[in-house]
């Protein structure tokens, strides 16, 4: 007997390097979600898309600004199956793991094999393409920085560090009438084993955009603390407008860089060439910062990883700082 299908596809709402995103519907509840799906024809793609399902699946509904992935499904040929760490793995699970370890595809090549991230739909697209389409709004600038600092805390705490995180990975929804970020593209993320300090973990293989990558990120050692640069990137960006043309999409992207001539040098790059250069925070307008989010950037874009805030430091900072706080009234 044929099975109604689970999902409808709607239209495509945007496509990455990797996959393609859809808006579908739940058939049986008529509700909206997003549908990722990700060709695992080559172990590059099965590892960024394996590494995206184990973040993903540790950290299940458990924090707001988070996306929260629903489900995810191995299509291979006709067959289609849910993954999940709580059924056991099927044998196509196996050889997609498989393929991940030994660096080379394990399925069988005639059959097309993609997974399909089923996820909550962010109706506001990118927090680029949002933000650069309002006008500037200290408020909303404060109200995305703490919600970003608790989603990063919270991944910290659980033990997964991003690695990629630019304003176009971060989406957005909205929860009456607000405008909520969500962290999402865990393509790159890596899940530390053991329960220890995140900060401890180290890494040795370079990865990221450049304009967000840590100084430490192009020597290729680094730790959790990446993330906390790539943050600082972004609220500087958002704080002062400040933006490029990506190279590959020649799309207006937020982010801060040192201009050499014509030449754009991403931050990281520059700061591991000279180490003692002074960032010049703010870039633009001495008055339109503030002196204590100066200096949370500067505390968040240290050249020593050592001297950067975590996580944890920061989500306690950008409660404090009077950017973008509605002003009290006085009482005449
Ligand atoms: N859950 C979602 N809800 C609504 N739109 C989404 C969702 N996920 C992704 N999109 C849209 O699809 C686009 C592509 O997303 P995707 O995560 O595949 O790649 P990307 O981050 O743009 O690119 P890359 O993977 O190359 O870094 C996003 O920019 C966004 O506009």
Redesign the pocket.
Known sequence: MATEAKYSIVQE?????????Y?AIVNKTRSKV?V?RMHCNVPENVELALQEFWALQSIQRQHENV?QLEECILQNGQVFQPISHRYRKSDSHLLLIETCLKGRRCMDPKSACFLWFV?????G??MN?YLLSRSPDAQLNNSFMRQLSSAVAFLHRNQIVHR?LKS??I?I?HRRGSPIV?V??F?LSKVCQGKGNVNQHRFSSACG?NFYMAPEVWEGHYTAKADIFALGIIFWAMVERITFRDGDTEKELLGTYICQGKELIPLGEALLENPNMKLQIPLKNKKSMPDDLCKLLHDMLAFNPKERLDAFQLEIRIRQISYGKKRQRSVS
């Not at 709402?13 to 995103?21: F, I, K």
């Open positions: 709402v945007g496509r990455g390097s990797y996959g393609v995103v808006e997003a990722k996306i996820m909550e739909f962010c109706d697209g990118n393409e990629d176009d990975n989406l929804s969500k999402a593209d393509g955009s």
